[in-house]
């Protein structure tokens, strides 16, 4: 699987953003560890998830391409694929639940994607995807449970790597555990020794318990500010990938979030969204116990305006 | 003084971030040209003034540091020279105008450095910083007018020559014209045919006039949103500087300078204080047509929460 890490990191060559690697004086002095961010918010369409659908929808074929693909995303991976098909000239649909964050809608029309609406009470994305696929004969790029989307998703901590070198501990946020099982994958080929750590939201904590129990957790439509993380569960391929990767699992508390959020804006002038967040939250809440030299993977920077004054008026912490 | 520019940039070197140069594909479609901003809003205390405080009192003899520092300002130069104290260990006072961003006082504070009030209807912040200077001894560290700090703030300017080579263009955003000149001896003794151009509010158009008329005009507490600008007007020493390095000057309108704030948020995911985005506002309003490599100094990401959401929620601009 890392060969395939390998490959995607060519293949996303000059196609991807190189995004780089920021630290923090007065997040290190807090904490007691000298922290690296993977600043996937600064990646295109503004979230690591374009890696993962350039990764995948670059190795159709012509006649996959003239027929069309189709997604099913509450936001991010929506962005990514509506991106990568106009990059590639591949039309593109993707089905999104109508509460969806309005920045995400928007940016993904403006891509020139077509979004179908769905109301996520009474049915799902997949089953709409599905009738779709089979009457239009479209690709399914799915959100992460998609061995080229886990291979694409891991070379942002690849690189991370390639930058900063060794890594004691590498903190990546979970929601159906694309990005956490591809970072996993990375780091443990290119460094034994680095503990993986996912983050979850505890009010959408189905990875984490699945992960502790061995056995499959789902979340319905969970109330959590980290939109990104709002899955239902891992994937058939994605869980036994974390459970074989991954050292631990933690949770962190929706104010924890808001600080995290809080602080990124302040301190680092960075615009991160909560799902982005959560290593930070990890961190600043002590949940996690750093030391030595840590990886933290912001995964994305979309978020509402009105999401973010809400944020930022939230608690009215000093900066 | 290019000479002196050039050593400013080995003093600051381990003191001052080398900050990061980002581009932006979509604002190089949008307005035809290569665009490379020099990110100063991730300098140390948040803005390009570290720079030049840092510059200044690292070459005050002993006497004068334990004596102490004095200084007036607005803001971010506040910060910079309380940061910069705490740094050298040297006793700080600073002079603010009690309407002052909450933010920016804060973080003064947060530094350890003592602030002295004044109602600017009343009195100006050079005539208590006068007095105090008289009573205690402090050196006074002026916010612009001044060798060193004009010669630490255009180390911004020397670095984003020394990563991007070639420029055809520098925007620089101007107040006291501290950044202004000092950038404009850097692009011009480095690159003579680069253009230098400053950028002001509209509503605070002193030095514009200033430099179109080549006498000085002040203005007054002008209520741009732009509170680093609010400067009445340039200096003994910037003003000749300015005349003599910069190519141009051009005003931006209060909307334009916010649409440039919301692009940064939404599309660069970078927190700019709406000072730092002058040259961004003059770029997307078109007041500066753009062809070739241009830099853009963004000088500062010191944003109160409650600036940011009102900023956000103005227009309702589609990100």
């Keep these: 699987m890392f060969e395939r890490i390998r490959t995607a990191r060519e293949r996303l060559r000059g196609h991807a953003n190189v995004t780089p690697v920021m630290t923090c004086r007065t997040l290190d002095e807090s904490v007691g560890a000298e922290v690296f961010f993977k600043c996937e918010n600064l990646q295109r369409a503004g979230?690591?998830?374009?890696?993962?659908?350039?990764?995948?929808?670059?190795?159709?074929?012509?006649?996959?391409?003239?027929r069309g693909i189709i997604t099913y995303s509450s936001g991010n991976h929506a962005q990514a694929v509506a991106l990568v098909g106009r990059l590639l000239r591949v039309r593109t649909t993707v089905v999104m639940p109508g509460n969806a964050p309005k920045v995400k809608r928007a940016a993904t029309e403006a891509y020139g994607a077509t979004v179908i609406d769905y109301d996520p009470e009474k049915t799902t994305r997949e089953e709409i995807a599905n009738i779709l696929k089979t009457e239009h004969g479209y690709t399914i790029i799915p959100p992460f449970d998609h061995l080229d989307i886990i291979a694409g998703q891991g070379t942002a901590a690849f690189e991370l790597f390639e930058e900063v070198k060794a890594l004691d501990m590498l903190l990546v946020p979970c929601g159906g555990g694309g990005l956490l099982s591809g970072s996993a994958i990375a780091a443990k080929s290119i460094e034994p020794t680095c503990r993986v750590i996912g983050i979850e939201p505890e009010l959408a904590d189905d990875a984490t318990k699945s992960f502790h129990t061995k056995t499959l957790h789902t979340v319905k439509n969970p109330p959590t500010i980290a939109d990104g993380t709002r899955t239902p569960s891992l994937g058939e391929l994605t869980f036994p990938l974390v459970l074989q990767h991954v050292d631990?699992?933690?949770?962190?508390?929706?104010?924890?979030?808001?600080?995290?959020?809080?602080?990124?804006?302040?301190?680092?002038?960075?615009?991160?969204?909560?799902?982005?967040?959560?290593?930070?939250?990890?961190?600043?809440?002590?949940?996690?116990?750093?030391?030595?030299?840590?990886?933290?993977?912001?995964?994305?920077?979309?978020?509402d305006g009105d999401l973010m004054s809400k944020i930022l008026s939230s608690g009215k912490k000093r900066p």
């Design 47 to 66: 979230a690591f998830k374009f890696r993962g659908a350039f990764n995948a929808i670059s190795q159709l074929t012509d006649e996959q391409r003239d």
């Design 248 to 303: 631990d699992m933690r949770t962190v508390s929706e104010t924890a979030i808001v600080e995290a959020v809080q602080f990124l804006f302040y301190r680092m002038k960075m615009v991160v969204e909560p799902s982005g967040a959560l290593g930070v939250a990890a961190l600043l809440s002590a949940e996690v116990s750093a030391t030595g030299r840590v990886g933290v993977i912001i995964s994305g920077g979309n978020i």
